[in-house]
Nanobody, 121 residues
Framework: QVQLVESGGGLVQHGGSLRLSCAASGSIFSINVMRWYRQAPGKQRELVAA???????NYGDSVKGRFTISRDNAKNTAALQMNSLKPEDTAVYYC???????????????WGQGTQVTVSS
């Protein structure tokens, strides 16, 4: 069994910063990609940032230059540093991992439970 657990959400003022963390645990052989998604009320879930095991990153247009994704392959963790936060960044942020479990030949897709980020104006 595999679990993804996010932490670090909260309430912050416009222009402030937050750092989200995601820890993957369980029978993990390897993690190909770790991603952060977000979903605001009444909107579709959108990709915020992604990072491969090799360190290649990809960002949504709305967060480029403000957010930075990182990961620690040895610890199976990922982080999202969010700077210059805006009210429109308010959403539930979800950690996602494409990974291979020990003893399994295929890749699986896992999600965390989400953490709320609220940016006040």
């Amino acid at each position: 069994q595999v679990q993804l657990v996010e932490s670090g959400g909260g309430l912050v003022q416009h222009g402030g910063s937050l750092r989200l963390s995601c820890a993957a645990s369980g029978s993990i052989f390897s993690i190909n990609v770790m991603r952060w998604y977000r979903q605001a009320p009444g909107k579709q879930r959108e990709l915020v940032a992604a990072i491969t095991s090799g360190g290649s990153t990809n960002y949504g247009d709305s967060v480029k230059g403000r957010f930075t994704i990182s990961r620690d392959n040895a610890k199976n963790t990922a982080a999202l540093q969010m700077n210059s936060l805006k009210p429109e960044d308010t959403a539930v942020y979800y950690c996602n991992a494409i990974l291979r479990r020990i003893g399994e030949p295929y890749l699986d897709n896992y999600w965390g439970q989400g953490t709320q980020v609220t940016v006040s104006s």
